[in-house]
């Protein structure tokens, strides 16, 4: 299961991951493949989302990471850092992409570039879009 962000409302905080999201999703925990969406930093530092998650939101409490599923390359991304072409995770998706042998690949993150919704585009992904788009990323899933 990707869970592209903003899966306890109304703040991310223990108390509504364990009133809201364990009731209905705790039972797929096996399958998670978890993205942080804005309202799980709403508790400093998404504390509360990377102790739910553990080890499923990926190493070092970044929120990013890859794995492989069959003969995908799937990227979970964190659009609640930075994306900029400088920053660790531009870094990490571009060595990911240059070192992974891949037929298909799929990159998952929160916060989409176009919308038509109340908030509005987000141009601070648009560099990951470029880069995703350069090489040739089969699917891109925004929260």
Do not use: K
């Amino acid at each position: 299961m990707f869970l592209a962000g903003d899966l306890a409302y109304p703040h991310g905080s223990e108390d509504n991951f364990s009133r809201c999201f364990e009731p209905t999703w705790g039972r797929f925990r096996s399958r998670w493949r978890p993205s942080p969406g804005n309202h799980e930093y709403e508790t400093p530092g998404a504390e509360a989302y990377f102790r739910y998650f553990g080890e499923a939101a990926g190493p070092g409490r970044l929120g990013y990471y890859s794995f492989r599923a069959g003969n995908w390359l799937v990227l979970m991304l964190n659009s609640n850092v930075s994306m900029a072409r400088s920053s660790p995770q531009y870094l990490f998706i571009d060595e990911t992409l240059a070192n992974e042998h891949r037929p298909c690949t799929l990159a998952v993150w929160h916060h989409p570039l176009f919308s038509s919704g109340p908030n509005g585009e987000n141009p601070f992904v648009r560099e990951v879009w470029r880069e995703l788009y350069q090489e040739r990323v089969d699917v891109i899933v925004n929260g």
